[in-house]
């Protein structure tokens, strides 16, 4: 089945910066539509980064453009989300998501990962 990890979350001050991970099993990464998106009490869910794996489009909401950047290590099975200048507005839990694009649409979701962006 399709597993996905999240790591690399945790406390950090505004302006600063945090490297998330993820590990991926079950499906074809090389060839894959990830997301990161991410979840706040009492919020929404927003997407904050596409990329296709293959051919390496990426996409990004306009409240983190310029600030993250998305990745793949596509030979370790690994998702990245690079975030720069943090402010507490990016403060939520963190998922990555695989988007089944041969029919089903099902979306399959990590566990998360905190972000906490305070003091």
């Known amino acids: 089945e399709v597993q996905l990890v999240e790591s690399g979350g945790g406390l950090v001050q505004p302006g600063g910066s945090l490297k998330l991970s993820c590990k991926a099993s079950?499906?074809?990464?090389?060839?894959?539509?990830m997301n990161w998106v991410r979840q706040a009490p009492g919020k929404e869910v927003e997407r904050v980064a596409t990329i296709q794996t293959f051919h390496n489009y990426t996409n990004y909401a306009d409240s983190v453009k310029g600030r993250f950047t998305i990745s793949t290590d596509n030979a370790n099975n690994m998702l990245y989300l690079q975030m720069n200048s943090l402010t507490p507005e990016d403060t939520a839990t963190y998922y990555c998501t695989r988007v089944e694009t041969s029919g089903s649409s099902q979306v399959d979701w990590g566990q998360g990962t905190q972000v906490t962006v305070s003091g």
């Open positions: 079950g499906f074809t990464f090389s060839n894959a539509l």
